[in-house]
């Protein structure tokens, strides 16, 4: 084998110790981003993350924090989806549809039937779409990208055409979704109580399964995974399904936070999830991955969301500066770490 | 002649199904002539720029999300501009600002070395931030003739629209294919180490097809406005049209395979299907649904044809 330029580069033997431990511990930098971007964000309104230096009283300002926390959760949530997904080497683009249709069809269906069917009708949506890719994906050998997009187009039409049917019902968004979307305790939101379960759920299925370990087996190489006896679609089948149900779910604690239901309601999640997954280390090319990084993501993403509201700018400057801080990030990221 | 078929065996299978749909067209509604075929040529000018764009990306072995936010950049500097200088210079400015909006695409892609994916993901927003910042609400203006240009048809049956789409693309695409980038790319979408140590310089290469890419796009923007007679700074439903059509056109997601001419006859067969069904008086929602299943299906049917020939 010859000698890759990116080796040769980084010789410097220390450098090259400290990058595969930034690689195998994202995280860890991440974090460190993360808090650098909170004190800049410090410094240009000073007070709004620690009170006293705007001379007000306490020393952190739960509510900013848990305001941050609330409004990343739903976009850590949708990243779970991508960081799945990407394991196997996928993405799932239609995760922020699917969120919007059970969203909307948890609202509509609530006046009629009562919170508990509406609510699991809902998340039956989310898990069809998902046996739909994974049949696609793992059945017919579709690629993921073209074949998420697709349902996800199949999937507006449809949510268009169910609106006419439902448009005289009016909605209703279940109390329990709405405590825990705006409730707070203890000025933390209750998004927490679904979150914190979800993320050890996902972080446990990710490194202590052997479910989780056939992601990574088939994102490394699914040659060699089908020929160690992986039955590979039906691993996509579940994923996909998995992905579905994890994405209505957002949708409805997403619902609860916004509490007006509309057709498009978390359609912008979706770009930012797939940003946040690559922010916090996960592989497009599958095989690697943690959803750890990508919770940390969601929030680095929120604090420049905020830092660029702070500045008020024009929205499209908004727009573009976002987009240049994704490839910022993950270019820094690919060349500390020397990975893809 | 056997071999000539077989090498072009999914196109002519393309351009077989496309005739079929446009004599089912006929036999839904004998009035369809000329004027239909007119409207139908116009409406896919703007898809068809931009399959041809995200097909030589998909060549050389990327792929660009953000092709919809160059398309709205493009359209609306060539509308703003057009309220202060003629059509002719208008028109020049843009192609370049699409040239090296692609080639700023592909140089970040090389320089980077993050994934095409996430760079053209990210560009998407950065894009469609710009289009939002050269003109926030729908304005600017269409010159009358350059508007007339794509009206018409030149003989029966030929229309005008047609005409322009195909000399714009040849003019960028056969120069290219018949030289040394052409090879170049399909090398590098093929093979990339391979590409490498043959020498070919693997960075330019990939520069080069996302300005091509860029050029493209800049034309499906202004095919846009001429269109619509008004720059609109918001994206169009362009990224999954384009892919589809260019995976229905027999390029192969990964690179190095398919042409051109198979993806632009796939851009007329998805728009025809959606006539179709507006002459069978189908309610635009369901056709939304019906046009997204067959697109599915259709890439399914692909993806089996190509499992199986690999398998075998």
Redesign the interface.
Known sequence: MSIHPEQTAASDPRLVRFGRYLADNPVIPLIAFLFFLISLLEVMRPGIVLPFLGGREGIISTFWVGNLIKFAIPLAMIAACQVLTMLTAGIDLSAGIVATCSAFVCATLMPLIGPVPAVLIAMAVGVVVGLVNGFGVGVVRVHPLIMTLGTGLIATGCLQVYQRFVIATGTEIPAFLEWLGTGRTFAMPNGLFLFIPFAIFIIWLMRATGFGRLLFALGSNEHAAKLSGVRSWQVFLALYALSGLIASVAGLLYLGMIRAPSLSLANPLMLPSVAAAVIGGTSIFGGRGSFAGAIVGALILRVIDTMLTLLQMPEGARIALFGLIILLVTALYVRITGTR | MTRLVQKHAWVLGLLVLLIALLGITKLIQPSFGATGLESLARAALPFAFATAAMAIVVIVGG?DLSIASMMAVCGVTAAVLMQSMGAVPAIVITLCIGTAMGAINGA?IVI????D???T??????????????L?TPGGNVTEAMQGIIGGSILPGLPMALVVMAVAIAAVWMPVRRSKIGLSIYAVGSDELAAFRSGVSVGWTKVAAYALCGVLAAMGGMSLIMLTGIGE?VPGPY??AS??AV?LGGVV?GGGRGGLLGPIIAVFILRIIRTILTLAAV?P?????V???I??AV??LG??VT?RGVRA
């Open positions: 792929i970040l980077t070395k993050v994934p994916i996430v760079v993901l990210a560009m998407l927003f950065v894009w469609e931030g710009v289009a939002l910042l050269i926030s700074p990224l999954l892919v589809a995976v997601l309610d929602n369901v056709t939304t649904i046009e997204g299943v697109m599915v890439v399914m993806a089996i499992y």
